[in-house]
């Protein structure tokens, strides 16, 4: 059975990055340290994310000097690369329509329509003009989630290198209060041997609770494709769903 945090984070990788990767050594401090994580970000933990590109970032990364072109072309000639769609066409043009990215910029509104409209986690860049841009991220995925599209997570090689980090260490383990919550996390979770059990215990306190007149706010309805998205992820899996496991109105 696979296990669905075995499945690579995908990683689309913008233009800026694959500069940075296979650019001559900076005595410029800034560009230094960008330099430095792009590589420790390529060489440490490739292995750990699916990345991915686009015509579009072939496209760019052809320009220039010809023997860097090269060097830069050598670099992603075994990723992955996402076709063309008409969704990704017309979320870019959105994008740009809503100002969410500048109308000379229409390259960079196609790496965020094509990263969202194919569902990638991650979208990698050093454009803080454009992409990297906490003001111009928030606009953006605004655009995607009102298009009905997911958006991708925009950050630079250090943010997803600091992520990293926070996975394998979350916590500092000297933190007396953490160590507490989580002994009694691991207490907790010892007394159910199912997300059943732990399913029907919580019923049990929701139904003491609203006897008591505790008042809740209710869930709102899944999405009317809801069940079809799920069904198709345990497919994807290879995993046998239990009917219990289904969304009911009970």
């Known amino acids: 059975m696979q296990e669905y945090a075995a499945i690579k984070p995908t990683v689309y990788v913008e233009t800026s990055v ?24 390529w060489n440490e933990h490739f292995d750990d994310f699916k990345f991915i590109v686009s015509d579009i970032v072939i496209t760019e990364i052809r320009d220039g ?3 860097e072109a090269q060097l830069r072309l050598k670099a992603i000639a075994n990723l992955t690369r996402l ?7 017309g979320l870019a043009q959105l994008l ?18 094509i990263a969202a409209v194919h569902n990638l986690d991650y979208l990698i860049s050093w454009n803080y003009k454009h992409l990297v841009n906490e003001n111009k ?23 997803l290198i600091e992520e990293i980090k926070m996975k394998e260490k979350p916590d500092p383990p000297t933190d007396p209060i953490l160590e507490e919550i989580y002994r009694m996390k691991e207490e907790f979770a010892a007394k159910f041997n199912s997300m059943e059990e732990l399913t029907v215990y919580l019923k049990e ?17 899944p999405p009317p494709d ?7 992820m ?3 899996l290879g995993i046998v769903r239990k009917s219990e496991d289904k969304v009911s109105d009970a």
């Open 18 to 41: 694959i500069s940075y990767l296979t650019s001559f050594p900076s005595r410029n401090s800034l560009v230094s340290s960008r330099q430095e994580a792009t590589r420790q970000l």
């Open 65 to 67: 000097d010809e023997e």
């Open 83 to 89: 076709d063309i769609s008409p969704p990704a066409d």
């Open 96 to 113: 740009l329509d809503t100002v969410a990215v500048p109308h000379n910029s229409p390259q960079d509104a196609q790496h965020i329509a």
């Open 137 to 159: 991220r928030q606009y953006i995925n605004r655009v995607c989630r009102d298009a009905g599209f997911q958006p991708t997570t925009i950050c630079t090689p250090i943010d």
């Open 205 to 221: 306190v929701n139904a003491q609770e609203k006897a008591r007149g505790r008042k809740y706010r209710p869930a709102p309805p």
């Open 226 to 232: 809801f069940e079809e998205r799920i069904e198709k």
């Open 234 to 236: 345990y497919k994807e």
